[in-house]
């Protein structure tokens, strides 16, 4: 089944970024901005240099939270800031809007099981770069590893990924367990996928289960940063 997801809030969040940086007299940052093909990692890197982390700080808190999320990936040295970062990520990644598709109860006996999860951009139709975590329900409405680690930068994710280099990860789904935060047979999983420049989407949500040696979990990525396409299917192990 193929997922298109319109990313609308991208699209405002990129204007409302042109006109901050242009106010706050960063050049650089706001023809990062203008650039689609520009990732988070770029513009909030130069809006670092540009107008310094204190500044930078002051402006983000008052802005849509997932700029904390790819702040905390972008810039190295956070400093003071860092836990406040940390705070409203997490939070941004832990709402109910993003927990609405998780199973209940009744609904997990009629999830496929899957043991391993693959995310694979197709070739000719993708034109982002992004990587992925995995999400799981320890417990109904128990989201992981959130739940268990405040911190999104400690989560296990896969490396980034880009069409030319880096076209394909597969993990066996035991791979994004923390020391705290554990996958149990049985567990509802899905890939939460970020995309450089664009958004975030949970991808598979409300169809699969863990149980260790069963089929991949395959998710094939096309479309832009911010109109995405998501194919999810079963494939069995070689």
């Known amino acids: 089944m193929k997922k298109p997801s319109t990313n609308t809030d991208a699209l405002e969040q990129r204007k409302i970024g042109i006109k901050l940086a242009q106010e706050h007299k960063a050049p650089k940052t706001a023809e990062l901005i203008k650039n689609g093909e520009s990732t988070h990692e770029d ?19 008052k802005q849509h939270p997932e700029w904390s999320f790819h702040a905390l990936r972008s810039i190295p040295d956070l400093g003071k800031h860092r836990d406040a970062f940390t705070k409203t990520a997490a939070e941004w990644l832990g709402t109910d809007k993003r927990r609405s598709g998780a199973p209940g109860p009744q609904a997990e006996a009629t999830l496929q099981t899957v043991g391993s999860v693959e995310l694979s951009l197709v070739w000719g139709s993708v034109m982002y770069a992004c990587w992925f975590t995995m999400f799981w329900e320890s417990a109904p409405h128990v989201i992981q590893p959130q739940a268990s680690e405040y911190s999104p930068d400690k989560w296990v994710w896969s490396p980034k990924m880009d069409i030319t280099y880096h076209p394909s990860f597969q993990y066996d789904c035991k791979h994004f367990e923390l020391a705290h935060s554990k996958l149990s047979p049985g567990d509802p999983v899905w890939l939460h996928v970020q995309i450089s420049g664009g958004g975030a989407h949970d991808v598979g949500i409300g169809g699969f289960k863990y149980e260790p040696g069963a089929p991949t979990l395959l998710v094939k990525a096309g479309g832009t940063t911010l109109n995405p396409s998501f194919e999810v299917s079963r494939t069995r192990n070689a």
Do not use: P, S
Not at 43 to 61: H, P, S, Y
């Open 43 to 61: 513009i909030l890197r130069a809006a670092a240099q540009e107008v310094g982390v204190d500044k930078l700080a002051a402006i983000l808190a």
